[in-house]
Antibody, heavy 122, light 111 residues
Framework: EVQLVQSGAEVKKPGESLKISCQGS????????IGWVRQVPGKGLEWMGI????????RYNPSFQGQVSISVDTSSRTTYLQWTSLKTSDTAMYYCARRNDYNWNDQVVDSWGQGTQVIVSS | QLALTQSPSASASLGASVKLTCIVSSGHTRYTIAWHQQKSEKGPRFLMKVNSDGSHSKGDGVPYRFSGSSSGAERYLTISSLQSEDEADYYCQTSETGNVVFGGGTRLTVL
């Protein structure tokens, strides 16, 4: 069974740094892209970026480029989303999601982590 | 540019059927999409993927009354015999290599 288990909720102050995690199990971790998705309260799903664990190839949504960084540790099957200086506008729920690539035009998210709530407040 | 368009809201009566639509952008009409369900205060759940030829493949435990189909640039999610627990937001999603795209979501109200 594919499982993505995320780290727990965080409460931080503006300007602080943060790294949240997502551990995958039950599938070939290195050969599936893992992405991060933001959901601000009351709004839709926003793709932030995606990483291929086997070679750490990372692609970012231009809206999030330079605002966050995505990394991976294949030895622990864990993907990370990191901020160096949080803003109050980073307050949101963050989900990791596995993408399954069947073909060039058949690439779908088929598994989700449970979500990590991040609250940034002074 | 790869994009997905969904109507913001839909409603149908308990026990009825409803068909939600996701429109794939021009030039990408052969792309497969996935449907995800998100209930209030919960995380998203993968329901199924729908190919351009109309075939679909459901996730584990997805009830029989959920089905997918396709016509041209449109991908559909049909829910029959609506239950109160089907009230949720439904998102479609697709991808190309370094880019993942979500539709804006459709809020389904069960009357």
């Amino acid at each position: 069974e594919v499982q993505l288990v995320q780290s727990g909720a965080e409460v931080k102050k503006p300007g602080e740094s943060l790294k949240i995690s997502c551990q995958g199990s039950g599938y070939s971790f290195n050969t599936h892209w893992i992405g991060w998705v933001r959901q601000v309260p009351g709004k839709g799903l926003e793709w932030m970026g995606i990483i291929y664990p086997d070679d750490s190839d990372t692609r970012y949504n231009p809206s999030f480029q330079g605002q966050v960084s995505i990394s991976v540790d294949t030895s622990s099957r864990t993907t990370y989303l990191q901020w160096t200086s949080l803003k109050t506008s980073d307050t949101a729920m963050y989900y990791c999601a596995r993408r399954n690539d069947y073909n060039w035009n058949d690439q779908v998210v088929d598994s989700w982590g449970q979500g990590t709530q991040v609250i940034v407040s002074s | 540019q790869l994009a997905l368009t969904q109507s913001p809201s839909a409603s149908a009566s308990l026990g009825a059927s409803v068909k939600l639509t996701c429109i794939v952008s021009s030039g990408h009409t052969r792309y497969t999409i996935a449907w995800h369900q998100q209930k209030s205060e919960k995380g998203p759940r993968f329901l199924m993927k729908v190919n351009s030829d109309g075939s679909h493949s459901k996730g584990d435990g997805v009830p029989y009354r959920f089905s997918g189909s396709s016509s041209g640039a449109e991908r559909y999610l049909t829910i029959s015999s609506l239950q109160s627990e089907d009230e949720a937001d439904y998102y479609c999603q697709t991808s190309e290599t370094g880019n993942v795209v979500f539709g804006g979501g459709t809020r389904l109200t069960v009357l």
